[in-house]
């Protein structure tokens, strides 16, 4: 995946510095990009390779960090490779604060759900945690909270891009204190980036004549099935709690245990095994501890 990203950002933003934060990567990800780095001369490369993984929050701005004083920061997940020169998001990012370009799949087809979305309400993520989104994806809810209501083709404000493609202005990075590295290891950070720019008056522009193909879940797919499920719903219960009510909290904590104890009863019955059921149990208890205390408990993953 990073080669095929740097040689889009050699095609499309010659001059630009890239920086890749490699999070303690198991695979030959630091080598592949000194390698590229030095057959091609692309001296704009800097990899900074961490000893332990940090987290997307954590190594976004860790990156953030060592780009200095430069003007805008564009955040690019490895496997996105640009199709189109960045000018028309650099204005838009100069103008407005925030810029996002269009995410397309490899068949150039726009990712529709995914590329933009509003900002999730407190019934977005209950019908996401019941499966009522998945089953019945033209409901009002997931057709307002995935931009299924909008021409993708059509420029103008958004509220929550796809943190995989987003450029930020300097000066509303800093203002913003970054990513909140609490959300760790992945998911709901962008969001919550998002939300914190909306609330500060900030706008983010959507600007669908910078495309960008994206093959997606490349690093989180190789997590096994029960530490991706435990992350997005720790991570979801950190987001519900700092921006939700206390009753949409519980709200969504309820179904979050609901959810949980069905989705490990149904997985038993596939799977012929415990693991399924063991995973979906400790979240749904976490969910019940959230849900009688209003607070947020220790994390479902343990911590890990």
């Given amino acids: 995946m990073i080669e095929a990203c740097l040689d889009s950002l050699r095609r499309h933003a010659p001059g630009v510095r890239a920086i890749i934060v490699d999070n303690a990567s198991s695979d030959d990800t630091v080598a592949r990009v000194r390698g590229y780095s030095e057959v091609h001369s692309y001296t704009e490369v800097q990899c900074i390779a961490n000893s332990s993984n ?37 204005a838009a990012c100069q103008l407005y604060g925030l810029a996002a370009g269009q995410l397309t799949d490899t068949a150039g087809r726009p990712q529709a759900g995914f590329t933009i979305r509003r900002l999730p309400t407190p019934s977005a993520l209950v019908f996401e945690l019941l499966g009522i989104n998945r089953l019945w994806k033209s409901n009002p809810v997931n057709r307002r909270y995935r931009y299924l209501d909008r021409d993708l083709q059509q420029p103008g404000p958004v509220e929550q891009p796809a943190g995989a493609f987003l450029m930020v202005r300097r000066d509303v990075w800093d203002t913003l204190g970054g990513m909140d590295e609490t959300f760790y290891p992945v998911w709901f950070e962008d969001v919550d980036f998002s939300r914190r720019a909306l609330d500060r008056g900030f706008r983010t522009e959507y600007t669908p004549s910078v495309t ?93």
């Avoid at 976004?60 to 000018?87: F, K, M, W, Y």
């Avoid at 029960?226 to 700092?242: E, I, N, Q, V």
């Avoid at 038993?268 to 400790?282: A, I, K, N, P």
């Avoid at 205390?293 to 479902?300: F, L, M």
């Fill in 54 to 90: 940090r987290g997307f929050a954590a190594a976004v701005n860790q990156g953030a960090r060592a780009a200095g004083t430069s003007d805008a920061v564009l955040l690019l997940n490895p496997d996105v490779e640009l199709s189109t020169p960045l000018q028309p998001l650099i």
């Fill in 212 to 304: 960008a193909r994206h093959k997606g879940a490349h690093s989180v797919g190789r997590l096994p099935p029960g530490c991706r499920m435990t992350y997005w719903c720790d991570s979801l219960l950190k987001y519900a709690f700092k921006h939700f009510q206390a009753n949409q909290f519980k709200g969504v904590c309820g179904a979050l245990a609901i959810s949980s104890i069905v989705r490990g009863t149904v997985g038993t019955f596939r799977e012929r095994g415990q693991d399924s059921l063991s995973v979906s149990m400790r979240i749904a208890m976490v969910a019940v501890r959230c849900l009688l205390s209003g607070q947020i408990q220790q994390p479902a993953g343990g911590g890990d």
